[in-house]
């Protein structure tokens, strides 16, 4: 896909892989629409884009706000090109957690991923194409010990993604999920290893470089991002 005149949405882009990637697809050519809860770390992030781009304050669990601001980017942009639906939380644990805790990942992760998809891929599918990246997790591939809310959802938005595939490759929309380990993020600052030894951001942004450079012939479902340090 060429990014000249494209339009991309990047959700959870306050901060981390979200606000990486939408500070590399505004280099690369697209207008960004960026948008996240914490109003404190957009304003920094609207400075840093500048001029022809959008940066809203948007709750993805919120059905009704994320109507009006997809609303939003369509008429200004006219369209959304690409969509990188990373808004996301954690929390450790199973069971024997309070329910609130549960639910805000879910609804966060798994919702509200649904909830902006819900917008986008009938907008997508009006124009016969589009690229969807939803942001997974190899907690999504994989339940680990004491991550199970976290897996559950992530192992739900990867059901989402396969469905999706299915449906929409064949009407010209690319259709793919990242599944990363360890990456250096704030999220994953308990991390096992070393800053220097995760998965650096520059590798999501060089991951999205690449579906984006596959032909029409090329398409994948899941790219999986294994952690060398966790390897060993």
């Not at 957690?97 to 509200?112: P, R």
């Not at 009006?126 to 959802?153: D, L, W």
Request: with cysteine.
């Amino acid at each position: 896909m060429s990014s000249s005149g494209k339009s991309a949405f990047v959700t959870g882009a306050s901060s981390g892989i979200g606000r990486h990637v939408a500070l590399h697809l505004a280099k690369k050519g697209f207008r960004v629409a960026a948008c996240a809860r914490r109003q404190d770390l957009l304003a920094s992030l609207s400075d840093e884009l500048g001029s022809g781009h959008i940066v809203r304050s948007l709750d993805v669990t919120e059905r009704s706000a994320v109507k009006e601001t997809i609303g939003e980017i369509v008429e200004k942009f006219g369209s959304v090109d690409l969509l990188f639906n990373n808004a996301g939380t954690n929390t450790q644990g199973s069971c024997g957690v309070e329910g609130s805790e549960f639910d805000a990942v879910v609804d966060t992760n798994l919702t509200g991923a649904w909830n902006v998809l819900n917008e986008i891929v009938p907008h997508m599918k009006t124009r016969g194409e589009g690229t969807i990246i939803n942001m997974s997790s190899i907690c999504g591939k994989t339940a680990f010990s004491g991550v199970g809310i976290y897996s559950a959802s992530k192992f739900g938005l990867l059901g989402l993604n396969e469905s999706l595939f299915r449906e929409l490759v064949p009407l010209g929309i690319r259709v793919t999920a990242l599944c990363p380990s360890w990456v250096e993020t704030e999220m994953a600052a308990h991390g096992p290893m070393p800053d220097a030894e995760k998965i650096q951001k520059d590798d999501i942004c060089r991951s999205i470089d690449y579906l984006l450079s596959l032909s029409p012939n090329a398409q994948l479902k899941e790219l999986v991002i294994e952690c060398a340090a966790d390897l060993n």
